[in-house]
């Protein structure tokens, strides 16, 4: 690797894959549990006769166009999800939302212990290097990003092994002066002697407001493409329409996305008026937010106040809002759409958490693959009082914090690997993992299809 | 004993390569990407080695390189940067740096450099 080849820009080699700087040590550490292994190896076929038993009106070949789509703009992805149970005891999945940069690689046990590059090189190797060797450029490679460098310098390794060749690993913040878009074409600077290399591909993790700077219909392929962004990978409100629509085709052929209640575009007046129509909880997002950033838990009056208070003062006039999935039961909630948190499973104190859970997927070449899992929990258990003053962010928020984002950090106590050890403890088996899966296919068809229709 | 360096650069993605490779090496490794951070690491740990980036966020590498001088006489230094600049190197060497070196560079280049010295 050569280092600082321009300003904060540098020229990775093959050979310059190190798992230590890739992986968390603790999962370095880890094998993963014969359970996620299992169903990371089932077939498109395996995973539809299971799923139409799972859910019974869901029609076969509904299920394998979904699978085997190739999504156009949205070929990488990561769905968070949450296990959830209504009244009557009757569990499901529920999609929380959609990413078009996950992160999940350095949470990832190897699935084979033998291929060292585990996820980033299935990743590279059945979805970008199709991608790229099916695109007519002339250029470089690169790796663009402006956070979670731990995964990015080993997606940036793992392409100059599978490519053999160099790539510019380059953070893209705004006001970057070594990445710039010139008619739509991306150019790194590599220094006063080379000047600004055409880039022909990029495999792209930038995440703040990253339509700033990346043009809709770049002529460098990147994987994902802005457009995956704007069609809900990213917006939140986009992304709902899209399910919708979703909704609405399949509706005859037993499939569905299933998401909390959710109410589109709400303007801030309305939001206590809602907050009452809903039974006093909501969950509010903002569009645009990221990475549990302007997601807000609200469950009585002096949040609510808080809360509004503080989105007052924010850009944003329309939200986005859904109903909160309970952490115990709640007297005098609409049976039909009342949700709660399984939760996991009581550890020695008898306490349980909310947890999510994260799958990462690549479309590949036979459709759409699972590529890596992990879980985050709670920090305050499901079944303890919040304490007076406490936020219920903290009994129903899982996403970690923004410190762990760079990777660099090690702060794990709420991370649950899908590994031997933890598994276990979220309580869930195959069949959750199958219905976690075709959920987040059924996103990912859905963002792409209305990419599609916005953008072609 | 495993010697101590400090390496104080802004960009997360060269300290971060350039600590992982130190401590392969058996050095103890700190790291700060601004001069703020840098001095407050200088006072409060017992260090050996400083690796200066000349241009950081908040103001010069030089005043860390000075900084680390006042703290320890015998504490080595060296600086980096992408610019060549006679009279930043000369000021520099005054202040004590050992060597000033060139950007881009491998991490494997600076074992040799530092051994040199």
């Known amino acids: ?456 | 004993m495993n010697r101590s360096i400090l390496v104080v650069e802004d960009d997360i993605v060269f300290c971060k390569m350039l600590t992982r490779y130190f401590q392969k090496h058996n050095y103890t490794t700190y790291d700060a990407q601004n001069v703020q951070d840098a001095l407050k690491l200088i006072h409060a740990e017992q260090l050996d080695i400083l690796l200066i980036d000349y241009k950081l966020p908040d103001g010069s590498g030089l005043d860390v390189l000075q900084a680390g001088k006042e703290k320890a006489q015998n504490i080595r230094c060296f600086m980096m940067s992408r610019v060549k600049d006679a009279s930043l190197e000369e000021k520099a060497s005054e202040l004590g740096a050992e060597n000033f070196i060139q950007k881009p560079f491998s991490p494997q280049d600076l074992l040799p450099i530092m051994q040199n010295h």
């Not at chain 1, 699978?67 to 149970?85: A, C, E, I, N």
Request: proline share 5%.
């Open chain 1, 1 to 456: 690797m050569k280092l600082s080849i321009a300003e904060k820009v540098h020229l990775v080699e093959k050979g310059d894959f190190e798992p230590s700087e890739h992986w968390y040590p603790r999962v370095l550490n880890s094998n993963i549990h014969p359970l996620v292994a299992y169903f990371l190896n089932l077939t498109h076929e395996q995973l539809v006769e299971r799923y139409s038993r799972l859910s019974p009106k869901a029609n076969k070949d509904a299920l394998f166009e979904i699978l085997r789509y190739q999504p156009k703009y949205f070929r990488w992805s990561g769905t968070d999800l949450m296990h959830v149970t209504n009244q009557e005891g009757n569990r499901a999945i529920t999609v929380i939302e959609t990413n078009s940069c996950p992160s999940g690689q350095k949470s990832m046990p190897l699935l084979d212990l033998n291929k060292e590059q585990g996820g980033y090189e299935r990743l590279i190797a059945q979805t970008f290097k199709p991608m790229v060797d099916k695109h007519d450029a002339v250029g470089s490679l690169a790796v663009i990003y402006d956070k979670n460098p731990m995964e990015n310098i080993g997606y940036a390794a793992t392409i100059a092994d599978v490519f053999d060749e160099n790539v510019y690993l380059a953070e893209y913040k705004e006001n970057s002066e070594s990445v710039k878009f010139e008619d739509n074409q991306l150019y790194i600077f590599g220094g006063d002697e080379e000047g600004w290399i055409p880039i022909r591909a990029a495999f792209r993790y930038v995440t703040q407001q990253p339509w700033n700077r990346i043009p809709q219909k770049s002529k460098t392929l990147l994987v994902n493409p802005i457009e995956a962004c704007l069609a809900g990978g990213r917006n939140k409100e986009v992304a709902s329409q899209a399910y919708e629509d979703f909704n609405a085709k399949f509706a005859e052929r037993g499939i569905q996305i299933f998401t909390p209640k959710t109410y589109s575009n709400v303007p801030i007046g309305d939001l206590e008026h809602l907050f009452h129509e809903l039974g006093g909880s909501m969950v509010i997002k903002a569009p645009d937010s990221n990475a549990g950033q302007g997601v807000m838990t609200i469950v009585n009056e002096a949040e609510l106040k808080f809360h509004l208070a503080e989105l007052r003062a924010q850009p944003a006039t329309h939200f986005l809002v859904q109903q909160l999935i309970h952490a115990n039961y709640v007297q005098g909630t609409n049976p039909e759409s009342s949700w709660y948190h399984v939760g996991s499973l009581p550890d020695k104190k008898g306490r349980t958490y909310a947890f999510d859970i994260r799958l990462m997927m690549h479309a590949t070449e036979e459709g759409i693959r699972p590529l890596a899992a992990y879980s985050r929990k709670s920090r305050h258990p499901l079944n303890e009082p919040i304490p007076e003053g406490m936020s219920s962010w903290e009994v129903y928020g899982t996403n970690l914090s923004v410190k762990e984002e760079d990777g660099w950090s090690y702060e794990d106590q709420r991370l649950n690997l899908f590994d031997i050890r933890n598994f276990g403890q979220l309580g869930l088996g195959v069949d959750e993992l199958i219905r976690s899966f075709v959920q987040s296919v059924m996103a990912v068809y859905a963002i792409d299809q209305h990419a599609q229709k916005m953008f072609d």
